[in-house]
């Protein structure tokens, strides 16, 4: 099972961003991107839920390094398509080191010469990032205060089959086997969206719904947990 038309990354620089507007966002809610990358403008819809259903909105903003992102961290700007596994720069939300719960980061070791002889403890920051419940306007929030104008972003997700875009920026896989997604289910497909800072580190957007398990087997389907 897989995403229809394929799985990559978008890297380039985030030009606008807005909210669906009311009138034209249709039953699903989102956040539109503007993305400069190789190739042209890109448009992004970043899901974050529905207003018109009784679906819910789960994310988690999460820390990474460029380690953590493996591959994806030296692409130029531009579209890259990614095989669905843990080696190439996809992400997986029930899978990935950076969508772990609770995180030991070992902050401290590249400043070792400075620190010296340091207890090892000091060199340790904890990090806890669980998934947060909300609405799509909580979850707009979340995302938006992540975003710069002008800055490097990275978005994973389906490109659009039909001129330059990104969907299905969220978790893809754990659908009920009976819902009109299942044939969708895949690990190491999961869309999210990160920001590069200044020191080079990343902030991520990881945003699934809350129909979809957390345990899924090789397929991506839902199993027992």
């Known amino acids: 099972m897989a995403l229809e038309h394929g799985y990559g990354v978008l890297i380039g620089t985030l030009v606008?961003?807005?909210?669906?507007?009311?009138?034209?966002?249709?039953?699903?809610?989102?956040?539109?991107?503007?993305?400069?990358?190789?190739?042209?403008?890109?448009?992004?819809?970043?899901?974050?839920?529905?207003?018109?259903?009784?679906?819910?909105?789960?994310?988690?903003?999460?820390?990474?390094?460029?380690?953590?992102?493996?591959?994806?961290?030296?692409?130029?700007?531009?579209?890259?398509?990614?095989?669905?596994?843990?080696?190439?720069?996809?992400?997986?939300?029930?899978?990935?080191?950076?969508?772990?719960?609770?995180?030991l980061l070992w902050t401290g070791l590249k400043?070792?010469?400075?620190?010296?002889?340091?207890?090892?403890?000091?060199?340790?920051?904890?990090?806890?990032?669980?998934?947060?419940?909300?609405?799509?306007?909580?979850a707009s929030e979340a995302l938006e205060q992540i975003l710069t104008i002008g800055g490097p972003i990275l978005v994973w997700g389906e490109p659009f089959d039909t001129g330059l875009g990104v969907h299905n920026v969220h978790q893809n896989q754990g659908d009920p086997i009976d819902s009109q997604w299942a044939a969708s289910n895949g690990i190491w497909q999961d869309g999210a969206v990160a920001v590069r800072r200044p020191d080079d580190s990343y902030v991520a957007f990881l945003p699934r719904f809350s129909s979809q398990a957390m345990a899924t087997d090789d397929q991506g389907h839902p199993v027992p947990e």
């Open 16 to 103: 606008a961003h807005e909210r669906d507007r009311p009138d034209n966002q249709g039953r699903w809610y989102h956040v539109m991107l503007t993305i400069d990358s190789a190739g042209g403008r890109y448009r992004v819809a970043v899901d974050v839920d529905s207003h018109q259903s009784t679906t819910g909105v789960q994310w988690k903003v999460v820390p990474a390094t460029a380690a953590d992102l493996a591959v994806v961290s030296v692409l130029p700007p531009g579209w890259h398509q990614l095989a669905s596994a843990s080696t190439s720069g996809a992400l997986d939300h029930l899978r990935h080191r950076i969508a772990r719960t609770w995180r």
């Open 111 to 138: 400043h070792r010469r400075i620190l010296g002889w340091t207890p090892w403890w000091c060199w340790v920051s904890v990090v806890y990032r669980p998934w947060r419940t909300g609405d799509h306007l909580q």
